[in-house]
C-alpha cells in the first residue's frame, strides 16, 4: 500500500495545476492520469481564449472571475500567451441577447476596453449592429500543455501515473483506499484527500466513491482550424446568441474556429456522457471513462464547412478562410449554467473525512480558484 496526503484524478490543467499547488506546500500527491498523456482533452481541444470578461455579458460573476484571473495567469504563462494580436467583439443585427448600449455599460462596469470601431474593412457591417476593438488573449493550449507535464513530472512530490485507472474506491476511517490499474501492475494507495479533476467523468469518479454526483450537460465538441491571409492574426467573436468565433489559437500561427450551432454535435444530458458512437466493443470510450474525440475513427462528421458560412456574413468579401483540420472532444458544462451561459469553475467538498474535493472547471484562467480551498 502506497500512501500520499493527496491523490489527483485527471491530469488536465486543473488537475496539473492542484497537483504542483500542493507539492508545492510540502504535501506528497499521486497525479493519476486516464489516457498515456496528459492534456489530451478539454485542456487542449478548446478556443483559446484567455477570458477577460467580455464573453459573459449575461454572466456578471463569470466575468468578473474570467478578468479577477486574467492578469496573473498572464503574469505567470508569458511565454505560452500571445497578447499582441487585435480582437474585436461585435453584435449581430438579429437576434442577439445583448444589445450595443447593454455591452457598453457592461464592459464600463468591468472596466475593460470597448471601443467601436464603425468603419473596419474586413468586417460587413451589413450584418453587424456594433463592432468593437477590446483586449482579449489567446493562451497556447500545445505549450501550456507541455509546460505543465514536464513540471508535473520533474517535480519530486508528485507520482505521475498515466494509463491509469481507478478501479475501486472506498473510506477507511479518516482515509481513502483505491485500487489502480496501471499499463503494468495493480496499485493499492491510501490517501487522506481525493481532488477529482475529470471534467467530462466528473460524475463517474464521484459516484465510485460513493459521493453525489453533479447535474451537467455534455456535448461532443469540435474546434475548427482555419487561415486566413487576409485576417492574418486577428480575432473576431460575434456574441451574444447563436453566433461564433474566430481567434488566434495561442501562439500557433493558426485560427481556432467556433460557433454556437455547429460547434457541440451531440448531447447527452445522462450523469455521465452518454453518446450513439460508443460501442460495448471499445472500452476506451464509455460513459464512465470517456476517450479522446479526436483520435476516434466513429467521431462525428466535421461542421467546420458550415461554422464558415455563418461566420462568413461578418466579413467583406475581400476575407477568404483555407481550413486545415478539426479536434473534437467532450464540453460538459454544470446544468445551472444554461440560465446566464456562466462558466464558474466550482469546487465542492464532497466527504469531510476523509476529504474529497470535486473540481468541476470554468474557464482555463480560473485554475487559480483551487488555492481558495487549500490555503
Ligand atoms: C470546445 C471547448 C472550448 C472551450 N473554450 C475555452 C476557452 O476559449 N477558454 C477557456 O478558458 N476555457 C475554454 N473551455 C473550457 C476549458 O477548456 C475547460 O474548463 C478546462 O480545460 C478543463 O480542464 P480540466 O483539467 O478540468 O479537464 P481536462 O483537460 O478534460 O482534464 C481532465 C482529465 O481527466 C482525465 N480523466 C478522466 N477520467 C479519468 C479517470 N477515471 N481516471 C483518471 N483520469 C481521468 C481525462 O483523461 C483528462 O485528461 C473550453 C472547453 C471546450 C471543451
Known amino acids: 500500500m502506497q500512501h500520499y496526503d493527496y491523490a489527483v484524478i485527471g491530469g488536465g490543467i486543473f488537475g496539473c495545476y492542484a497537483a504542483l499547488f500542493l507539492a508545492g506546500r510540502g504535501a506528497s500527491v499521486v497525479l493519476i492520469e486516464k489516457e498515456q498523456f496528459l492534456f489530451r482533452k478539454a485542456s487542449l481541444v478548446n478556443q483559446a481564449r484567455l477570458h477577460s470578461g467580455y464573453h459573459y455579458p449575461r454572466s456578471l460573476a463569470t466575468a468578473a472571475m474570467s478578468d479577477e484571473h486574467k492578469s496573473r495567469f498572464t503574469a505567470e504563462h508569458r511565454a505560452f500567451v500571445h497578447a499582441s494580436f487585435e480582437k474585436y467583439y461585435a453584435i449581430d443585427k438579429y437576434g442577439s441577447f445583448t444589445d450595443p ?22 468586417f460587413n457591417y451589413d450584418r453587424l449592429e456594433a463592432v468593437y476593438r477590446t483586449e482579449e488573449h489567446s493562451f497556447d493550449p500545445v505549450l501550456l500543455g507541455n509546460y505543465y507535464s514536464e513540471k508535473v513530472m520533474s517535480c519530486s512530490s508528485i507520482d505521475v501515473l498515466t494509463g491509469s485507472r481507478l478501479t475501486d474506491a472506498g473510506a477507511f476511517g479518516k482515509s481513502w483506499q483505491m485500487t489502480v490499474q496501471t499499463p503494468d501492475k495493480m496499485l493499492l494507495l491510501e490517501t487522506e484527500a481525493v481532488i477529482n479533476a475529470t471534467y467530462a467523468a466528473t460524475n463517474s469518479i464521484n459516484i465510485l466513491f460513493g459521493l453525489p454526483s453533479l447535474a451537467l450537460t455534455h456535448e461532443i465538441s469540435e474546434i475548427g482550424f482555419i487561415t486566413s491571409r487576409q485576417f492574418g492574426n486577428m480575432g473576431l467573436t460575434v456574441m451574444d446568441g447563436p453566433f461564433g468565433s474566430i481567434m488566434p489559437y495561442g501562439l500557433s500561427g493558426l485560427l481556432s474556429l467556433s460557433s454556437v450551432a455547429y460547434t457541440h454535435h451531440a448531447i447527452s444530458t445522462d450523469e455521465m456522457p452518454v453518446f450513439d458512437c460508443q460501442t460495448p466493443e471499445d472500452n476506451s470510450c464509455t460513459p464512465r471513462a470517456p476517450g479522446i474525440c479526436t483520435d476516434c475513427s466513429r467521431r462525428p462528421a466535421s461542421n467546420a464547412q458550415k461554422m464558415l458560412a455563418q461566420m462568413k456574413r461578418y466579413f467583406s468579401d475581400v476575407v477568404q478562410f483555407e481550413y486545415l483540420f478539426s479536434y473534437f472532444t467532450i464540453k460538459s458544462k454544470l446544468q445551472a449554467s444554461y440560465i446566464d451561459d456562466g462558466r464558474p469553475t466550482e469546487i465542492s467538498m464532497l466527504s469531510e473525512s476523509p476529504r474529497f ?10 485554475i487559480y480558484e483551487v488555492e481558495k480551498i487549500f490555503r
Open 101 to 122: 448600449l447593454q455591452f457598453e455599460r457592461f464592459c464600463e462596469y468591468l472596466n475593460i476596453r470597448c471601443d467601436r470601431t464603425d468603419n473596419h474593412p474586413l
Open 357 to 366: 474535493y470535486c473540481l468541476f472547471a470554468g474557464k482555463i484562467n480560473s
